[in-house]
């Protein structure tokens, strides 16, 4: 064909490009099924059960009901001295000796443990020589005193004794110059020398007293410094006696577990004497009763088929995890064989039993600020959660303000599981109601 020759016009439509297709395996009715498909899926799920599938056997169900509510409070209470005393070492040592068992009963002034401390018994040995030693060095100035004092008798008693001879001669001579015996001379010359011996006694006398005076207050001073050394001698002895820890009261010793052989600082604790004629019981109290709970509230003990009256003593002011701490003590007499550390149930009356309507303590779940719970349906079959107003909460009782009806049935226990659930759908038989009126 040239190059100049037209194209066939099939050519040029792409008409000889078409082929026939063979038939369509798929039935029409197929097809139908694919478009109906999400039609019928939209159906299951509409008619499928509702709500999350629990077994019935691992739930329990109780009864809303109306009665006597109780305004009660049950605390687990942990048992305490009231007293305690603790025993802390003022001295520091090696043990020597241990006297006592952790548990024993104490009298006061028993020895405890003996430490040893070489350095104290040095300080006392050290004392005791320094006091010695100024203890001599007092006896020799009380020595010289008395010395001094017995010299200066002896000397004023001579010069007394010159003054009166003295005195005695000028009178001689004053009544001899009288009659013309002696010359007026002699007389003038012994009324001076008596002048002389009087002057010489008096100022005898001022020197002793002086001396006398000085020696008394070095004396004196004396006696402060072996008074002070003796004091500070009492107070290293003391110390040294502090090596043997005594009971500082009557009790049971608790938490001792000294060694022999071991070494202890001063201020470290050695143990605690308990007093055990006066208890105190400690407990946890939640947050949510904290305005209820307040020093003087009545409680009660029961032990040994006895019920004994308790009362708050005093509660905590700050609240720490969501818990707060309280102490009740016996009103009277406590139960005989009590020890520390043991744990008792104790009652706590918040206010008088009062008609109202009450489900069991457990009942409920938090949701938010409020709470709900898991209703029965009447064909037994779903659980629906629903919000309900609940008022005071007892030991065994939670009080119903609304959203509940008496009679209606309501899962008791954990409910966490289940949480983001509305509606729970039971398999089986549920479990027999838990709650029972309360007497």
């Given at each position: 064909m040239s190059a100049h020759q037209p194209l066939p016009l099939h050519a040029l439509s792409g008409a000889g490009m078409d082929r026939v297709l063979p038939a369509s395996r798929w039935p029409r009715w197929r097809r139908a099924a694919w478009l109906l498909l999400p039609a019928v899926a939209i159906l299951a799920w509409a008619l499928a059960p509702e709500g999350l599938r629990v077994p019935a056997e691992t739930l329990q169900l109780a009864a809303v009901q109306q009665?006597?509510?109780?305004?009660?409070?049950?605390?687990?209470?942990?048992?305490?001295?009231?007293?305690?005393?603790?025993?802390?070492?003022?001295?520091?040592?090696?043990?020597?000796?241990?006297?006592?068992?952790?548990?024993?009963?104490?009298?006061?002034?028993?020895?405890?443990?003996?430490?040893?401390?070489?350095?104290?018994?040095q300080e006392v040995l050290a004392r005791t020589a320094e006091v010695a030693q100024q203890l001599a060095n007092l006896s020799t100035l009380r020595a010289a005193q008395a010395g001094a004092q017995a010299q200066w008798r002896r000397e004023l008693a001579q010069r007394r004794h010159e003054l009166a001879l003295a005195g005695e001669e000028a009178e001689r001579l004053q009544a001899l110059a009288a009659q013309g015996f002696v010359s007026p001379l002699a007389e003038r010359t012994a009324r001076r020398?008596?002048?002389?011996?009087?002057?010489?006694?008096?100022?005898?006398?001022?020197?002793?007293?002086?001396?006398?005076?000085?020696?008394?207050?070095?004396?004196?001073?004396?006696?402060?410094?072996?008074?002070?050394?003796?004091?500070?001698?009492t107070l290293?002895?003391?110390?040294?006696?502090?090596?043997?820890?005594?009971?500082?009261?009557?009790?049971?010793?608790?938490?001792?577990?000294?060694?022999?052989?071991?070494?202890?600082?001063?201020?470290?604790?050695?143990?605690?004497?308990?007093?055990?004629?006066?208890?105190?019981?400690?407990?946890?109290?939640?947050?949510?009763?904290?305005?209820?709970?307040?020093?003087?509230?009545?409680?009660?003990?029961?032990?040994?088929?006895?019920?004994?009256?308790?009362?708050?003593?005093?509660?905590?002011?700050t609240v720490q995890q969501g818990r707060f701490k309280v102490e009740f003590a016996f009103v009277g007499d406590a139960p005989e064989g009590l020890r520390p550390g043991q744990s008792f149930e104790i009652g706590v009356r918040l206010g008088a039993p009062a008609a109202a309507l009450w489900l069991p303590t457990g009942a409920y779940l938090a949701d938010g600020g409020g709470a709900s719970v898991y209703v029965l349906?009447?064909?037994?079959?779903?659980?629906?959660?629903?919000?309900?107003?609940?008022?005071?909460?007892?030991?065994?009782?939670?009080?119903?303000?609304?959203?509940?009806?008496?009679?209606?049935?309501?899962?008791?226990?954990?409910?966490?599981?289940?949480?983001?659930?509305?509606?729970?759908?039971?398999?089986?038989?549920?479990?027999?109601?838990?709650?029972?009126?309360?007497?």
């Open positions: 009665g006597p509510f109780r305004d009660d409070l049950a605390l687990r209470a942990q048992l305490r001295p009231q007293h305690q005393l603790m025993i802390d070492a003022t001295e520091g040592g090696r043990v020597e000796a241990v006297l006592v068992k952790d548990g024993q009963a104490l009298r006061a002034g028993q020895a405890l443990v003996q430490l040893s401390n070489p350095q104290r018994e020398q008596a002048e002389l011996q009087r002057q010489l006694l008096l100022q005898a006398e001022q020197d002793s007293q002086a001396e006398l005076q000085v020696r008394a207050q070095t004396v004196s001073e004396m006696e402060r410094a072996v008074q002070g050394l003796s004091a500070g001698l290293v002895r003391q110390a040294a006696e502090r090596l043997t820890v005594r009971a500082p009261a009557d009790g049971q010793l608790s938490g001792f577990s000294l060694q022999p052989g071991s070494v202890i600082r001063p201020g470290e604790r050695l143990g605690r004497i308990d007093d055990l004629r006066s208890w105190l019981l400690s407990a946890e109290v939640d947050e949510f009763y904290d305005a209820r709970i307040q020093p003087g509230l009545g409680a009660q003990l029961l032990q040994g088929g006895k019920t004994w009256p308790l009362v708050l003593r005093e509660r905590q002011a349906d009447p064909d037994g079959r779903h659980a629906r959660r629903r919000p309900v107003q609940l008022g005071r909460r007892g030991s065994a009782q939670v009080e119903v303000l609304g959203g509940l009806r008496a009679g209606e049935q309501v899962l008791v226990g954990p409910t966490a599981a289940y949480e983001g659930h509305a509606v729970l759908r039971l398999s089986g038989v549920p479990a027999v109601a838990a709650s029972q009126p309360l007497h």
